[in-house]
Structures are given as structure tokens and as C-alpha cells.
Antibody, heavy 121, light 108 residues
Framework: QVQLVESGGGVVQPGRSLRLSCAASGFTFSNYAMHWVRQAPGKGLEWVAVISHDGTDKYYADSVWGRFTISSDNSKNTLYLHMNSLRAEDTAVYYC??????????????WGQGTLVTVSS | ETVMTQSPATLSVSPGERATLSCRASQRVNSNLAWYQQKPGQAPRLLIYDASTRATGIPARFSGSGSGTEFTLTISSLQSEDFAVYYCQQYNNWPPYTFGQGTKLEIK
């Protein structure tokens, strides 16, 4: 079955960088667009970024544009989120999620369990 | 950006009764709307997509309706495992994909 496992979260100081990973299994990773979605403590869901199945198209939320980079390695079945210039408001559980389509214009049909990022001095 | 507004924020319903959750979009999203369920400490789970199509494995007591700007999620007979937070999300006008703020369904 579809499995998505995030890793790389932790405590980081403001202004520093962090890279999240999402290891995928149980499906043909290269056939699907992938997303990052985050949830601040006690808050709702916020979409962060999406990458198309072949990595050619990437889109970001305004709140992370220019600071975060989404990427994927289809040979490793792994999705990444490179986060730079981290701020306190980036503190959240970060989920990776599979899209139903190759291009990202569908819906998130499978989700990982999330990894917590805490930005604090 | 398409703003999604859910109502009510909290809904108290007794087990076995019917629950109706609402979601309104600030601009038309056609039928490109999904509903997710999230329980404490868990990832969201897809319930409904394309406004009214149940996702794989979702019980028939969950149903979605609406199009354009007004949408409804109905749970026909609440089971104990249904008490959770529910989010709507549009995928018509993206980026960004936008979620509602959530409706907490609690036991009355």
C-alpha cells in the first residue's frame, strides 16, 4: 500500500536552514505530483508547495516563496523540502502528500504522518 | 486567492444523528472541492473529492454535495469514530490550493 514517511524535522534557530525528506513506497513515485502541506500547532492546514511528477513544474505559497525549494529524486522515490531563512511562523508539522494526478491539479489522496519543525532561538 | 470559509466552527451532535457541515468559496471553484478528516495526532484523510465522490474505503454515510461556491458534507448517522476536525479544500484556482479553517465535530 501507499506509504509516505517524512523525516528531517527538529529544532532550528531563526534564519537557519533545514531539509525535509519524504520517502515514498507502494506506488510508482514518478507518476504522481507531490505536495508539502503544513500545520502550525493548534491551527489549520496550509498548503506549502507542489512539484509535478517529472519535476519540471513547481509552485509555492506566497508565505514561503523565495525561501523554500521543493524537489524530488525519482531514482530514490524521495521528495524534499529545502527550507532557508526559517522564521518562527514556519513552526509546524510538515506533511508530504501524493496528488492524484501527474501535474498537481488534483487532490491529495495519501498523506504521511508528518515531521515537526520548530523554529526557536 | 480563493478564500474558503467553513461553518460552524464547532458542531455538537449526538451519536446516531445527522451532521451537516458547510463550506463556502469566495469565488467559483466548480466541483473541484475535497473534504478531509483529521483526528488528533493524525494526518488528514481524504473523504470526498470532486465535491461528491467518496474516496476509496470511505463509508457510505459520508456524502458531499454542492458546486460553484457552496458545498456541504453530510454524515448521515454519526459513529464514535467520526468525531474529528473536517477541512474543505479547493483545487480549482491554484496556486495556492486553499483550505477552510476547519469544523470541529464533537460529541453532544
Amino acid at each position: 500500500q501507499v506509504q509516505l514517511v517524512e523525516s528531517g524535522g527538529g529544532v532550528v534557530q531563526p534564519g537557519r536552514s533545514l531539509r525535509l525528506s519524504c520517502a515514498a513506497s507502494g506506488f510508482t513515485f514518478s507518476n504522481y505530483a507531490m505536495h508539502w502541506v503544513r500545520q502550525a500547532p493548534g491551527k489549520g492546514l496550509e498548503w506549502v508547495a507542489v512539484i509535478s511528477h517529472d519535476g519540471t513544474d513547481k509552485y509555492y505559497a506566497d508565505s514561503v516563496w523565495g525561501r523554500f525549494t521543493i524537489s524530488s529524486d525519482n531514482s530514490k522515490n524521495t521528495l524534499y523540502l529545502h527550507m532557508n531563512s526559517l522564521r518562527a511562523e514556519d513552526t509546524a508539522v510538515y506533511y508530504c502528500a501524493r496528488d492524484k494526478t501527474r501535474t498537481g491539479d488534483g487532490i491529495r489522496d495519501s498523506w504521511g504522518q508528518g515531521t515537526l519543525v520548530t523554529v526557536s532561538s | 486567492e480563493t478564500v474558503m470559509t467553513q461553518s460552524p466552527a464547532t458542531l455538537s451532535v449526538s451519536p446516531g444523528e445527522r451532521a451537516t457541515l458547510s463550506c463556502r468559496a469566495s469565488q467559483r471553484v466548480n466541483s473541484n472541492l475535497a473534504w478531509y478528516q483529521q483526528k488528533p495526532g493524525q494526518a488528514p484523510r481524504l473523504l470526498i473529492y470532486d465535491a461528491s465522490t467518496r474516496a476509496t474505503g470511505i463509508p457510505a454515510r459520508f456524502s458531499g454535495s454542492g458546486s460553484g461556491t457552496e458545498f456541504t458534507l453530510t454524515i448521515s448517522s454519526l459513529q464514535s469514530e467520526d468525531f474529528a476536525v473536517y477541512y474543505c479544500q479547493q483545487y480549482n484556482n491554484w496556486p495556492p490550493y486553499t483550505f477552510g479553517q476547519g469544523t470541529k465535530l464533537e460529541i453532544k
